[in-house]
């Protein structure tokens, strides 16, 4: 009979007529489950590999962006050690070193030396100003009368010495002293040339000179004059050397050998100059080292 309320469901009856609770709703729609030993033991293995993957998870760190954080970058390793250089290029600086001191002290050897030679071996030479005016590299000559007494204002090409009156002389670079006197000029000498038919006549408009000096040398060291003298001939428009000229004098140059200590010896040069320029002619002496000084007749 019904009293309004909802209908109660029956109670299940258990296998052997005695009354049991109801299962669950949810029990009625599993499969029913079977006893299989080895469902059992995959259900097992099952968990326990769900654990384990469990635990790893667990157990591995976290991934980190060490790109964005430097702090946690590594520190950076230390440089490779450099290979030990050589020490050849030392031992090649240090050698290159002494061997510019040697050199110095060798140079410094031979200055003193030469000058200790000069100042007690050669005859004395009073240095002063170039005559000519020139400096830096070029040894001053210096000018003489008769007497011996340095003439100051002589000996440039505006105020020449004077021809077979004036003595020229340089102090050379071993200590000693050359001295050179023109003492003869023959300003027409065409004749005198052409007695040696080996010599060749004056070029065109031009006619030959001959001029005769004296040269002496004293003091340390030697000097050969046709090496280390230069006699050369300047006009308005000429200019020639005695080296330059393929003459055969009487006496050439080269025919004196090396002077040293208290030689003399006589020479004739020959020279060319333009027709018609005697007036401004001038004989310009100089050493291989040393400044030109000038002559020209009174």
Do not use: F
Not at 31 to 60: F, K, L, V, Y
Not at 115 to 137: H, W
Not at 228 to 251: F, N, P, Q
């Amino acid at each position: 009979m019904s009293d309004g309320s909802s209908p109660r469901p029956l109670p299940a009856l258990a296998p052997d007529g005695a009354t049991g609770p109801a299962p669950a709703p949810w029990a009625l729609l599993a499969p029913a489950q079977r006893d299989d030993p080895q469902a059992d033991t995959a259900q097992s293995d099952t968990a326990q590999s769900d654990t384990a993957q469990s635990d790893t998870a667990q157990a591995e760190p976290a991934q980190v962006d060490t790109w964005s954080d430097p702090s946690l970058l590594p520190p950076p390793s230390a440089p490779p050690e450099r290979a030990r250089s050589s020490t050849l290029p030392i031992v090649a600086i240090v050698l290159s070193s002494l061997a510019l001191a040697v050199s110095g002290l060798v140079l410094v050897l031979v200055l003193v030396l030469g000058g200790l030679a000069y100042i007690y071996g050669g005859a004395p030479y009073v240095m002063s100003d170039p005559v000519g005016g020139y400096a830096g590299g070029v040894t001053p000559g210096r000018v003489t009368d008769a007497s011996g007494a340095v003439v100051t204002d002589a000996g440039t090409y505006d105020r020449p010495a004077t021809l077979g009156e004036h003595t020229l002389s340089w102090p050379t670079v071993s200590g000693g002293i050359v001295e050179v006197t023109v003492t003869e000029v023959d300003w027409e000498a065409d004749a005198a040339v052409a007695a040696d038919p080996s010599n060749p006549p004056a070029g065109p408009d031009m006619e030959y000179v001959l001029a005769t000096i004296d040269v002496s040398y004293t003091g340390p060291g030697g000097l050969v004059p046709a090496e280390d003298l230069y006699i050369c001939l300047e006009s308005v428009s000429w200019g020639t050397c005695s080296d330059g000229i393929d003459v055969t004098t009487a006496a050439p140059l080269r025919g004196i050998g090396a002077l040293t200590d208290g030689d003399e010896a006589t020479a004739t040069v020959a020279l060319e100059l333009a027709e018609g320029e005697r007036d401004s002619a001038l004989i310009s002496v100089e050493t291989i080292d040393g400044e030109p000084l000038y002559l020209a007749e009174r």
